[in-house]
């Protein structure tokens, strides 16, 4: 099994590596998929939203099939939903893939791939009214959505719990719960000064009163 990341200029960093952190743990640890690769459309480094470097593995064009593929956001979607070599990459994998996850304003990628007519989704909360006018999806304001093979999250860390939630549907929650204890991931679910009250948060946040 490949698990493949998508990476682009200004993807939004823990977009990323919240994911990367908990697939790579699972190959490693808990026989998860046999590789991970980061693929961008050339070799070069990768520079995100706040200045880190990646290397990718592979280019499109070197690619294998991949089994699962993670798109994450950022301010760089805002530019390469109009790429068309990067939505035809994403749109030819999914052909295959097993199943296509994406993080925060990856959704847009998603969408212009085909890959969200008529089915549910979410992203980040500033950008949901913007989901809603893309017409043919199912807005959920929920922190993960899962519509067939097709799974969404909501913005930035949301891509830890989403990438979770997948390893438990896929291994079995005793696997997805050593992951998450080997990685230490138990948020607090503390809310500093309120915010969760913003107008815009969306419902799973209101509801944490």
């Known amino acids: 099994m490949i698990f493949g990341f998508l990476i682009f200029p200004g993807l939004e960093e823990l977009d990323l590596v919240g994911p990367w952190e908990m697939i790579s743990f699972w190959s490693k640890y808990a026989h998860g998929p046999e ?13 995100c939203a706040k200045g880190m470097s990646l290397n990718p593995h592979v280019t499109f064009a070197a690619c294998p099939r ?9 301010e760089g979607t805002r530019k390469e939903v109009d790429n068309k070599t990067l939505i035809q990459f994403v749109s030819d994998q999914a052909e295959h893939c097993q199943a296509v996850l994406s993080v925060c304003t990856g ?22 009214q913007s989901l809603r006018k893309q017409g043919d999806v199912e807005v959920a304001e929920d922190r993960i959505v899962r519509d067939g093979n097709i799974w969404t999250s909501a913005g930035v860390s949301a891509g830890i719990d989403l990438c979770l939630a997948f390893i438990a549907s896929v291994a079995g929650e005793d696997t997805a719960g050593k992951i998450q204890l080997g ?14 009250r913003h107008p815009q948060a969306p419902g799973y946040l209101k509801r944490m009163d």
């Open 183 to 196: 990685t230490e991931y138990y948020p607090s679910c503390k809310s500093y000064g309120g915010l969760h």
């Open 35 to 47: 590789n991970c690769l980061m693929v961008a459309q050339k070799p070069e480094p990768v520079i």
């Open 66 to 74: 991949l089994d699962y593929l993670l798109v994450p956001g950022g």
């Open 107 to 128: 959704t847009f990628i998603l969408k212009r791939a085909g890959l969200l007519s008529n089915r549910r989704a979410t992203t980040h909360w500033a950008s949901l």
